[in-house]
């Protein structure tokens, strides 16, 4: 037993030692093979001359060439780069010579075939071709020639140097032909699709491969949208005025830079729209985000195509802190017509909370809401576009009375350091109320959220009219009637047709006791009223109950007779100018003014006053034009 496992011992030895011998074999085969190869390299370099090819490699690299030994030219990766950009060298020195590539191809491949592969033969061919093409004046011979070129480049699309073919495409006007040859680029360095796969799963950092992928695919496109940018700033240029020729005959290709703009233009949207046409699903991300961060914002919303949406919404998702991607999300579903999923993203929009957006531009992403979702199909006759507008239109409401409520405390210096607070969110009707107008005694503010609300507190709508007038009153020094007057007619505008938000009789009790005190012309009350839409019939009914009352604070404010002349100033208006009253009510009215009359003038004529006798000429001029009626 023993001998037999040391037997099986040694022979496991030996078969180790032989694959050993066999791998040291194999390295010093490849390290021959790789010898020869750079020898073979060299001797060409010493037929065209060292100094000229060596003169053309970077001044970095002819400076490592210089100090390097053979073992390192053939074993070290940075060996392996010169003995590269040396290839690249003879090949550009035919190239610069307008000679052909095929002999100097040939004879690389022949002595040094791992340094210069069948795809560095056919990029040298290709780029021969489009140099020829730049300088070809006839234009079907230079489309046939990039044809050539561009047919050998998608082969060989993933060991291209993009950058350089690119330039070259460019020179002959073979803009289209960029993206083609962008995309095979794309496609031949992920073949497997792993950047697609890494973009979709949302970019995972661990995902090495994918990411990888992506970032090789990106460089390909960035060649597109660098052209694109090319063309377009060509396009906005200003026209150039014609030159005088350098050399006879027919003129050369313009280069990019000074493309005539409108050929420019056309030449950009022939690009735009093969990029648009490709299924390429990152070529068109990139697309899209270089419009948004180009602000070629018009151009992106008008694209219809099946990635965009997708695009918009993911730029939310990733970045929900900035407003940018949400607004462009609106803006193209407003676009296309989906104005309902526009309207609850401009809701979200005003409802979120941001130091960025200012509280007018809440009011304005509401307001836009609203116009979007009665723009939508079946409109608000719609039960869930109904549903949502009542919503915005209730929120709509809120939001102004914040507006007012931000406009009357942005003078308080108490209030200065709570402003913000309104313009960064949206708040409930409550809270304006217990944390800004109670405190602050905001009282139009007030009155505002009571009508909001539907709160209908006439204890407390009575109290805030008369703060409202008192506050008016004692804020100006100068005219306060016609302070008052102004207020009246802004507030009534708002509030007079709902009785429950404006207490008439006490509001004009409040604006006589003023206008006694102040001396002002009897009869601006009744004036300013109707502005606002108070109708003469009301008023008169309004006044002739509070000088019933026979209030005394008249006799304290040294008028007795004040509501009789605000009176008569009232009849008078009817008198001259019946049709201030509308004509069905016209006739009763008529009737109860001539009724009015009389019992003025029957109080008149028990007091026999000077003061009573001209009031009493006034009225007996009203009786005789109400009886001619």
Same mark, same amino acid.
């Given at each position: 037993?023993?001998?037999?496992?040391?037997?099986?011992?040694?022979?496991?030895?030996?078969?180790?030692?032989?694959?050993?011998?066999?791998?040291?074999?194999?390295?010093?085969?490849?390290?021959?093979?790789?010898?020869?190869?750079?020898?073979?390299?060299?001797?060409?370099?010493?037929?065209?001359?060292?100094?000229?090819?060596?003169?053309?490699?970077?001044?970095?690299?002819?400076?490592?060439?210089?100090?390097?030994?053979?073992?390192?030219?053939?074993?070290?990766?940075?060996?392996?780069?010169?003995?590269?950009?040396?290839?690249?060298?003879?090949?550009?020195?035919?190239?610069?010579?307008?000679?052909?590539?095929?002999?100097?191809?040939?004879?690389?491949?022949?002595?040094?075939?791992?340094?210069?592969?069948?795809?560095?033969?056919?990029?040298?061919?290709?780029?021969?071709?489009?140099?020829?093409?730049?300088?070809?004046?006839?234009?079907?011979?230079?489309?046939?020639?990039?044809?050539?070129?561009?047919?050998?480049?998608?082969?060989?699309?993933?060991?291209?140097?993009?950058?350089?073919?690119?330039?070259?495409?460019?020179?002959?006007?073979?803009?289209?032909?960029?993206?083609?040859?962008?995309?095979?680029?794309?496609?031949?360095?992920?073949?497997?699709?792993?950047?697609?796969?890494?973009?979709?799963?949302?970019?995972?950092?661990?995902?090495?491969?994918?990411?990888?992928?992506?970032?090789?695919?990106?460089?390909?496109?960035?060649?597109?949208?660098?052209?694109?940018?090319?063309?377009?700033?060509?396009?906005?240029?200003?026209?150039?005025?014609?030159?005088?020729?350098?050399?006879?005959?027919?003129?050369?290709?313009?280069?990019?830079?000074?493309?005539?703009?409108?050929?420019?233009?056309?030449?950009?949207?022939?690009?735009?729209?093969?990029?648009?046409?490709?299924?390429?699903?990152?070529?068109?991300?990139?697309?899209?985000?270089?419009?948004?961060?180009?602000?070629?914002?018009?151009?992106?919303?008008?694209?219809?195509?099946?990635?965009?949406?997708?695009?918009?919404?993911?730029?939310?998702?990733?970045?929900?802190?900035?407003?940018?991607?949400? !607004? @462009? &999300?609106?803006?193209?579903?407003?676009?296309?017509?989906?104005?309902? =999923?526009?309207?609850?993203?401009?809701? /979200? *929009? $005003?409802?979120?909370?941001?130091?960025?957006?200012?509280?007018?531009?809440?009011?304005?992403?509401?307001?836009?809401?609203?116009?979007?979702?009665?723009?939508?199909?079946?409109?608000?006759?719609?039960?869930?576009?109904?549903?949502?507008?009542?919503?915005?239109?209730?929120?709509?409401?809120?939001?102004?009375?914040?507006?007012?409520?931000?406009?009357?405390?942005?003078?308080?210096?108490?209030?200065?350091?709570?402003?913000?607070?309104?313009?960064? !969110? @949206? &708040?409930?009707?409550?809270?304006?109320?217990?944390?800004?107008?109670? =405190?602050?005694?905001?009282?139009?503010? /007030? *009155? $505002?959220?009571?009508?909001?609300?539907?709160?209908?507190?006439?204890?407390?709508?009575?109290?805030?009219?008369?703060?409202?007038?008192?506050?008016?009153?004692?804020?100006?020094?100068?005219?306060?009637?016609?302070?008052?007057?102004?207020?009246?007619?802004?507030?009534?505008?708002?509030?007079?047709?709902?009785?429950?938000?404006?207490?008439?009789?006490?509001?004009?009790?409040?604006?006589?006791?003023?206008?006694?005190?102040?001396?002002?012309?009897?009869?601006?009350?009744?004036?300013?009223?109707?502005?606002?839409?108070?109708?003469? =019939?009301?008023?008169?009914?309004?006044?002739?109950?509070?000088?019933?009352?026979?209030?005394?604070?008249?006799?304290?404010?040294?008028?007795?007779?004040?509501?009789?002349?605000?009176?008569?100033?009232?009849?008078?208006?009817?008198?001259?100018?019946?049709?201030?009253?509308?004509?069905?009510?016209?006739?009763?009215?008529?009737?109860?003014?001539?009724?009015?009359?009389?019992?003025?003038?029957?109080?008149?004529?028990?007091?026999?006053?000077?003061?009573?006798?001209?009031?009493?000429?006034?009225?007996?001029?009203?009786?005789?034009?109400?009886?001619?009626?």
């Amino acid at each position: 037993k023993n001998s037999s496992l040391s037997s099986g011992q040694e022979r496991a030895g030996d078969n180790g030692a032989l694959l050993r011998e066999k791998q040291s074999l194999v390295v010093v085969r490849q390290l021959v093979v790789d010898s020869v190869q750079m020898l073979g390299l060299w001797s060409v370099v010493v037929e065209h001359t060292v100094e000229l090819v060596v003169g053309k490699l970077s001044q970095e690299t002819a400076n490592i060439l210089r100090q390097a030994q053979l073992r390192d030219l053939v074993v070290s990766p940075s060996g392996r780069d010169i003995a590269s950009n040396l290839v690249q060298c003879l090949v550009q020195t035919y190239l610069g010579d307008n000679a052909s590539t095929d002999a100097i191809s040939n004879r690389l491949r022949q002595l040094c075939p791992g340094l210069y592969r069948q795809e560095d033969a056919l990029s040298s061919k290709a780029h021969e071709l489009l140099l020829a093409a730049a300088k070809q004046t006839k234009g079907g011979e230079r489309d046939k020639m990039v044809a050539e070129a561009v047919s050998i480049a998608v082969q060989i699309a993933g060991h291209l140097q993009l950058g350089v073919l690119v330039s070259h495409l460019a020179s002959c006007q073979a803009y289209p032909r960029v993206v083609e040859v962008c995309l095979a680029a794309a496609t031949k360095r992920d073949p497997s699709q792993l950047a697609v796969h890494y973009y979709n799963n949302g970019e995972n950092s661990d995902d090495a491969a994918g990411m990888s992928a992506f970032l090789g695919r990106s460089e390909c496109y960035k060649h597109c949208t660098a052209m694109l940018h090319t063309l377009l700033q060509a396009g906005s240029a200003p026209p150039t005025s014609p030159s005088v020729p350098t050399s006879p005959g027919p003129p050369p290709p313009p280069t990019p830079a000074i493309l005539p703009p409108d050929q420019a233009t056309i030449w950009a949207e022939q690009v735009f729209q093969l990029m648009l046409s490709s299924s390429d699903q990152l070529l068109h991300v990139t697309l899209y985000q270089w419009l948004i961060e180009n602000k070629y914002i018009d151009k992106l919303l008008n694209i219809k195509t099946a990635h965009i949406e997708d695009f918009l919404k993911r730029g939310a998702v990733q970045h929900p802190e900035t407003l940018a991607m949400f !607004d @462009l &999300l609106w803006k193209y579903y407003e676009k296309t017509s989906q104005y309902v =999923p526009a309207a609850r993203i401009l809701a /979200k *929009l $005003a409802d979120r909370h941001s130091t960025e957006l200012s509280l007018s531009g809440r009011v304005q992403y509401l307001s836009r809401a609203i116009m979007c979702v009665k723009s939508s199909e079946g409109g608000s006759a719609n039960r869930a576009a109904g549903e949502l507008l009542h919503h915005l239109e209730e929120k709509m409401e809120v939001a102004r009375v914040q507006l007012q409520v931000l406009e009357a405390v942005s003078g308080k210096p108490e209030a200065e350091g709570q402003v913000g607070r309104l313009n960064s !969110d @949206l &708040l409930d009707i409550t809270t304006l109320y217990q944390d800004w107008a109670e =405190p602050y005694q905001l009282w139009e503010c /007030k *009155l $505002a959220i009571l009508q909001c609300a539907g709160h209908p507190d006439q204890p407390l709508v009575n109290t805030i009219w008369t703060n409202i007038i008192e506050q008016q009153e004692n804020s100006t020094n100068q005219n306060k009637v016609l302070a008052l007057s102004n207020k009246m007619e802004t507030l009534g505008r708002q509030y007079a047709n709902s009785s429950k938000y404006f207490p008439l009789e006490l509001i004009v009790r409040q604006l006589e006791v003023v206008s006694c005190r102040e001396r002002g012309e009897a009869g601006w009350v009744p004036s300013c009223l109707q502005t606002t839409g108070v109708s003469l =019939p009301r008023l008169l009914d309004v006044y002739n109950r509070l000088y019933t009352t026979k209030d005394s604070i008249w006799l304290t404010l040294g008028d007795s007779l004040h509501i009789l002349k605000v009176l008569c100033s009232l009849l008078q208006l009817f008198a001259t100018d019946p049709s201030l009253v509308s004509p069905g009510e016209r006739r009763q009215f008529m009737v109860v003014c001539q009724d009015a009359v009389s019992t003025y003038l029957g109080e008149l004529y028990q007091k026999q006053t000077q003061e009573t006798s001209g009031l009493v000429a006034r009225f007996r001029d009203i009786q005789a034009k109400l009886d001619r009626m």
